[in-house]
Nanobody, 116 residues
Framework: QVQLVESGGGLVQTGGSLRLSCAAS????????MGWHRQAPGKQRELVAT???????VYADSVKGRFTITSDSAKNTVYLQMHSLEPEDTAVYYC??????????WGQGTQVTVST
């Protein structure tokens, strides 16, 4: 059983910063991809950023240069540092863990609200 616990969401003004954390527990494969997706009201869930156990990263074009994803493999934790936040970044942010053989896990989501 794998569990993902997110933290760090909240309310911030335009231009502000937030740091999200996601801790994975349970049977975690040594090779995996962790990442963040987000879903705004009335929109589909979209990828924000991912990081592999080898350190490779992928970012959505909309967050490049503003968001940074990092991980601590010893703690099975992934972080999303968000700077220069915009109202368009308002969404529920979900942590995701993908492991071999199709294993795919999601956190419960954390709300990020950027006010004007």
């Amino acid at each position: 059983q794998v569990q993902l616990v997110e933290s760090g969401g909240g309310l911030v003004q335009t231009g502000g910063s937030l740091r999200l954390s996601c801790a994975a527990s349970g049977s975690i494969f040594s090779i995996n991809v962790m990442g963040w997706h987000r879903q705004a009201p009335g929109k589909q869930r979209e990828l924000v950023a991912t990081i592999t156990t080898f350190g490779g990263t992928v970012y959505a074009d909309s967050v490049k240069g503003r968001f940074t994803i990092t991980s601590d493999s010893a703690k099975n934790t992934v972080y999303l540092q968000m700077h220069s936040l915009e109202p368009e970044d308002t969404a529920v942010y979900y942590c995701n863990l993908k492991m071999p053989y199709g294993s795919d896990y999601w956190g419960q989501g954390t709300q990020v609200t950027v006010s004007t």
